[in-house]
């Protein structure tokens, strides 16, 4: 049959676009297993780990292979193409374009990582290295903000990173390895550790007792939100089954650490507290979902896994890891659960909620590993161990991620309520010599912007709301009189635009507006106002929401200091006289 009016002539029910390469197909099996004696390789779920496969064994992700992968998991070539160039850390080749350099070195450049120099570590590396062996990219927060600035090559950090130290991990290969000394489970069991987990599966606990210490201690969510974890327990169980258990492990807030410090030295005692979640709710599954950033996490959980599973406290396959591949948007939960099934991690309408229907449709319980942390210990030691810690009215204990202008950043357990100023001077060191507090950061990126005179309230959640800003993930960055305001917002509102799912556009398009405006040098308050209401009123999740908090601190407690700095803060409408 002739084709006519220039169409195609393909059989009807051929398959549409480009031949699949039978070679890359090929190549494909030998790699993820042939799906077709393993039916469930190509699972929607698995899309994410399959990508990550390839780009781990070849550096990128060329149309060729995903076209092969689409064929393989039955897919649209859309649906893969969507979902490869969603995530931050898929390098995506087109055809005909030349594949990236071997070697790959990210440069943090998040706030904590700026204060110490990272853009002139940046520039510095793309002054030394041959740019058609070595590419040098800025990255978000890589969760290592206490030994800023910090550098990737490859999948290998590089802390207190130099120009001179990273030239010299690139041209030797050599690395010093993360030292990651965790607690092996026999070390975590002669403590007394794994009982509640023994007890509550024999029925010697019932799941009512755990939930009334869990009340009682106060708990809550600890990755942001602040939500009564029992409350929350309750919630996914009164839903009908089968239900599953989400861990989320993705702590990509700007300044935050903390999931990091207790994983790092305590993984069985996670899991105990995963796995008792899980046994509340009655989950068919227990799913981590780690950040690709903590590639000596991955090892490690990995690991402690394996040891659950030889000693028979957990059944094989039970606990299911998940890689992120570099989006912070996936940390708020709604969006976790679309890229556990594979898909780019844009955040869903809600209602219905994920505690209605959130993993492949079923009720999901979502729990931040720190909050899991502290079930085991809060068990063992009293509800009233954990509530009586406190200050100025506050109960619990809090974690506090400290980073920035202080002699000793890092990991601080406190009281609950405790002041900046307090945790400045009784844990952290107090100020880094020939630095005077001005300003800081209570929550991370999104908590907005407080000033000195502000640092003896109460930092805890319900605390902060009155002065335009909250605690959230507690992650803490100290600003001094020797840091610039505007390269400080520019910062923020810069990881915000890259970092927006483009979803929505209030966020999409309102958030690189927002960062226009902070780069002039006059800035306009009416314009930043009224934008700021409209991100925060139409956005669909917190990201765009919580966006301009950090400005609107500036522009209300901010003035002279801006004033200093030769940045204009103009009340008078655009376009209309002073």
Not at 28 to 45: H, M
Not at 47 to 76: C, K, T
Not at 501 to 520: A, D, H, N, Y
Request: hydrophobic residues 40%.
């Amino acid at each position: 049959m002739t084709p006519q009016n220039g169409m195609s002539s393909r059989r009807r029910g051929y398959p549409k676009g480009r031949d699949v390469a039978p070679v890359a197909l090929a190549a494909l099996r030998d790699l993820l297993g042939d799906e077709r004696q393993t039916p469930s390789l190509k699972r929607r779920d698995l899309l994410i780990e399959h990508l990550h496969a390839i780009q781990d064994a070849h550096g990128h992700l060329s149309l060729v292979e995903l076209r092969a992968l689409a064929a393989y998991m039955n897919l649209p070539m859309a649906a893969v193409y969507e979902t490869a160039t969603f995530y931050a850390h898929f390098d995506v080749v087109h055809d005909h374009q030349a594949p990236p350099p071997d070697t790959t070195i990210r440069v943090c450049d998040s706030l904590s990582c700026q204060l110490a120099g990272a853009s002139a570590l940046h520039k510095a590396l793309e002054a030394r290295v041959d740019p058609d062996c070595v590419r040098v990219i800025r990255a978000p927060c890589m969760g290592r903000c206490d030994t800023a600035p910090v550098a990737e090559v490859g999948h290998h950090h590089v802390l207190y990173a130099t120009a001179e130290g990273v030239e010299a991990v690139v041209d030797t290969g050599h690395f010093h390895p993360e030292a990651i000394l965790w607690q092996r489970l026999d070390a975590y069991q002669q403590a007394g550790g794994s009982q509640l987990l023994a007890h509550v599966r024999s029925g010697k606990i019932s799941i009512d007792e755990v939930l009334q210490a869990l009340e009682a201690s106060g708990l809550r969510g600890l990755g942001g939100a602040g939500f009564p974890t029992f409350k929350k327990w309750q919630a996914v169980r009164q839903a009908a089954g089968p239900r599953y258990c989400v861990i989320n492990a993705d702590e990509g807030e700007p300044g935050t650490f903390k999931d990091r410090y207790y994983l790092e030295r305590a993984p069985h005692q996670f899991l105990e507290g995963a796995l008792i979640s899980a046994w509340a709710i009655e989950a068919e599954a227990l799913y981590i979902y780690l950040r690709d950033e903590y590639p000596g996490l991955h090892r490690v959980l990995h690991e402690a896994i394996a040891e659950l599973e030889q000693s028979g406290i957990v059944a094989p396959g039970f606990i299911i890891m998940r890689r992120g591949a570099g989006a912070y948007i996936c940390g708020e939960e709604s969006a976790l659960i679309e890229s556990l099934e594979g898909k780019p991690g844009k955040p869903r309408h809600r209602p219905p909620y994920v505690a209605q229907q959130g993993l492949l449709g079923r009720p999901t319980l979502v729990n931040n590993v720190e909050t899991v942390y502290w079930i085991p210990a809060i068990w063992h030691k009293g509800a009233e161990w954990f509530a009586g810690h406190g200050r100025n009215g506050r109960r619990g204990l809090r974690s506090f991620s400290v980073s920035g202008r202080v002699n000793k950043p890092g990991v601080y357990l406190a009281p609950a309520g405790i002041t900046l100023r307090e945790l400045i001077e009784e844990y952290a060191g107090g100020m880094a010599e020939g630095h005077t507090l001005v300003a800081y950061l209570p929550g991370g990126a999104s908590g907005g912007i407080l000033p000195a005179s502000k640092a003896d309230v109460p930092l805890d959640f319900d605390t902060l709301q009155a002065h335009g800003s909250f605690i959230g993930s507690a992650a803490i960055i100290v600003l001094s009189e020797q840091d610039n305001l505007q390269a400080v917002a520019t910062n923020l509102l810069a990881f915000f635009a890259d970092e927006s799912c483009g979803q929505c556009t209030p966020c999409r398009v309102g958030s690189e507006k927002m960062l226009s405006l902070l780069e002039q040098p006059t800035w306009d308050v009416q314009a930043l106002t009224r934008l700021a209401q409209v991100m925060q009123d139409a956005s669909i999740c917190g990201l765009g929401q919580a966006a301009p908090n950090p400005v609107l601190g500036l522009l209300k407690d901010f003035r002279p200091a801006l004033a200093q700095q030769q940045i204009i803060v103009s009340d008078a409408a655009e376009g209309s006289a002073p």
